[in-house]
C-alpha cells in the first residue's frame, strides 16, 4: 500500500490538474466559474502544503495546509450558489470560516492535538460537501441533461459522508496515528475514496459549466432562427 506521503503526492498531481481545467473555462463569463477556479486553486495550495510537512517539519505548514484544504470547500459553495443565481449567505459562512480558522489555531499552538484538528478540517469539508450535494440536487435544470448534475451529486455526497466518518472517528480517538504522514487503515480509505471523489465533484462541475455553455449556445441559436425568420415574413 502507497505511504501517505506518496498518497499526497498523488492527490497534488491531480489537484492541479483540475485547477488548470477550471482555470482554462475563466473567461466564460458564467457566474461562480471564477470563483470556483480559485477555490480549487486554494484547495490545491492546501494540498501542497500539507505534502510538505515533511520537508520542514519547524514551519505552520501543517496549519496552513489544514486552513486552505478546509476554506476551499465553502468557496465552492460560494461558487455554486452563485451558478444557479442563488444569492450567497456571506455572514453565516464568514462566521463559520472564522470559528473554523480559530479552532485549527488553538489546537495547533494552544493546546496541539493532531486528531482535533484533523477532525475539525474534514467536519468542515463534509458539512460542505453535502450541502452542495442538495443544492445541485434541488437546482439542476429541468430542460437539461441530468447526468453532468447527478454526477456531482454522487461524488459530492460521497466525499461529504467520507469526511464525516472521518471527522467521527478522530472526534472519538478510534486511530491512534498523530500525523498526516502515519499510515493506517483509516488513511488508507481516506485517501483512496478522497482519489475518486475529489477530483470527481470537480469534474463534475466543470461538465455543468459546459452544459451551461452548451444550454446558452443553443438559446441564441434559437434566438438568432428567430428573428431571421421574422425578419423575413416583415421583407414579404
Known amino acids: 500500500m502507497p505511504t501517505p506521503t506518496l498518497w499526497l503526492i498523488v492527490v497534488l498531481v491531480i489537484c492541479l490538474l ?20 480559485w477555490a480549487a486553486a ?32 465553502p468557496l465552492s459553495f460560494v ?7 442563488l444569492s450567497v449567505p456571506w455572514r453565516p459562512l464568514i462566521a463559520l470560516t472564522v470559528v473554523f480558522v480559530a479552532a485549527l489555531v488553538l489546537y495547533y499552538y494552544v493546546w496541539p492535538d493532531w486528531a ?5 478540517v474534514s467536519a468542515l469539508r463534509g458539512l460542505m ?4 450535494a442538495v443544492l445541485v440536487l434541488r437546482r439542476r435544470p ?40 502515519q499510515g493506517s487503515t483509516v488513511q488508507n480509505i ?16 466543470v461538465m455543468m459549466v459546459h452544459d ?6 443553443a438559446n441564441k441559436a434559437a434566438t438568432g432562427s428567430t428573428a431571421g425568420g421574422t425578419g423575413a415574413a416583415a421583407r414579404r
Open 18 to 37: 483540475m485547477t488548470g481545467v477550471t482555470f482554462s473555462l475563466y473567461r466564460t463569463g458564467i457566474a461562480g466559474v471564477r470563483m470556483f477556479a
Open 42 to 73: 486554494v484547495s490545491s495550495a492546501g494540498v501542497a502544503f500539507n505534502t510538505a510537512i515533511p520537508l520542514s517539519p519547524g514551519l505552520p505548514l501543517g496549519l496552513a495546509g489544514s486552513t486552505l484544504f478546509g476554506v476551499g470547500m
Open 79 to 85: 461558487a455554486l450558489r452563485q451558478f444557479f443565481g
Open 116 to 120: 482535533t484538528r484533523t477532525a475539525t
Open 129 to 132: 460537501s453535502l450541502l452542495i
Open 142 to 181: 429541468r430542460h437539461r441533461p441530468a447526468f453532468p448534475y447527478l454526477f456531482t451529486v454522487v461524488m459530492a455526497a460521497g466525499l461529504g459522508l467520507m469526511h464525516t466518518w472521518r471527522a467521527s472517528v478522530y472526534f472519538l480517538r478510534l486511530d491512534a496515528i498523530n500525523a498526516l504522514s
Open 190 to 205: 481516506y485517501f483512496i475514496v478522497g482519489l475518486v471523489t475529489l477530483p470527481g465533484v470537480l469534474l463534475g462541475i
Open 212 to 217: 451551461r455553455m452548451l444550454d446558452q449556445r
